[in-house]
């Protein structure tokens, strides 16, 4: 399975109850190799300016932004 995003892309992470997490966008940080879980679903490092720190989100989690920037 190939990644879908590239790193630079901004993206929306789904909002759940059981996670709390920035509302807005997202920047692609980096791609997680694919070997490094057994998933369906590719892994990226993601970031939003409203948090101070990088976060693991899957590729299922994510979609495409309207917004071209942060």
């Known amino acids: 399975m190939k990644h879908k995003f590239v ?4 993206v929306q992470l789904a909002q759940s109850p059981l ?10 940080r980096q791609q997680l190799p694919l070997s ?6 590719p892994r990226y490092r993601v970031k939003s300016l409203g ?8 590729e299922s989690e994510l979609t495409l932004s309207t917004s071209t920037r942060l």
């Open 7 to 10: 790193v630079g892309q901004i």
């Open 51 to 58: 948090e101070s720190f990088e976060r693991v989100a899957r």
């Open 36 to 41: 490094d879980v057994k998933t369906d679903s």
């Open 19 to 28: 996670l709390v997490a920035a509302v807005g966008a997202y920047e692609i």
